[in-house]
């Protein structure tokens, strides 16, 4: 384990006013995306997709440290031949990897998963290590059901011991961890059930990460925000998510790890950028960051339609995200800087 470099990307990766673009979708989570604008998913129209956004240039430079890249598009070249990866070093971010094989039904706890991927994963990482990427990531899922009795002790426990285990031989491979346990935002609970469950999450994940002898200094937590169900009729405010989610982290998390990396979630693309405003706002002992998928994306996918005559009108979307959530990032974002149309 070289620690020089895990705590050099680590900290890169969470540098003032940038955060992460996460484009790794698997290929049955870009088909879905794809099917609601219309567009097959093909290796062709992925890759079209993929390097629109990391060929927007001053998004990339200027806002976004590193991309996290899935199985097929960290081996795959743009239209003119240049490898995909290239164009993210060019623009100065870092590439990264998901190598968790997706979240499958826990055995005998319905409602349940456990993300599964573990089996031959220190050669994988050191394949995807030569491959370019510098930083994984390992997505667990943790389901909330009160009704149900959901979530239960062993399925936050074993994914527990699942993230632990990715993150030491990520860092025996000079990657950095990126240890993403997301309570899930469907269903009916209120912010208060959230915020229970995500401190009850991050505290079995950090004991199981002790034990693991993971290296604080060389990772980063990529943790849900602290919000209301979906299904719950009343929406908090920016301030009341970031008091939750600030609290809950203060709870759970030591100052020793760089960065807090956030997941978008389901959120709205403003509804993400404004709460992470507000939670750089109150600020904690990390940088406080965005590692977004929906949020950074929906927009551009949404301009870009498949159509090669909107590509530069969809990097002009995504930029403006970028932007946005970069300022967001610095607690300086504003709506009037929002309503600047791209
Ligand atoms: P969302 O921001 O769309 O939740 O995606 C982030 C991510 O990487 C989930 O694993």
Known sequence: MNKDVLVRTARAM????????????SAGTIAKRFAAIGVDSTQATRRDYRQ??????????????GVILFDETIRQTASDGTPLVKYIEAAGAIPGIKVDLGAKPL?????????????GLLERLNDYRRLGARFAKWRAVISVDSDRGIPTDFAIETNAQALARYAALCQNADLVPIVEPEVLMDGEHDLERCGEVTECVLKTVFMRLYEARIFLEGMLLKPNMVVAGKKYPKRASPEEVALSTVRALKNCVPAAI????????GQSDIEATANLDAINRLGGPWALTFSYGRALQTAALNTWSGMPSNVLDAQAAFTHRAHMNALAAQGQWTEMEERVAP
């Open 14 to 25: 969470v540098a003032p006013g940038k955060g992460i673009l996460a484009a790794d979708e």
């Open 52 to 65: 629109l956004l990391f060929r927007a240039e001053e998004a990339i430079n200027r806002y976004i440290s």
């Open 107 to 119: 055995a005998n706890f319905p409602g349940e998963t456990i993300t599964e991927g573990l089996d």
């Open 258 to 265: 760089p960065g807090v990396a956030f997941l978008s979630g």
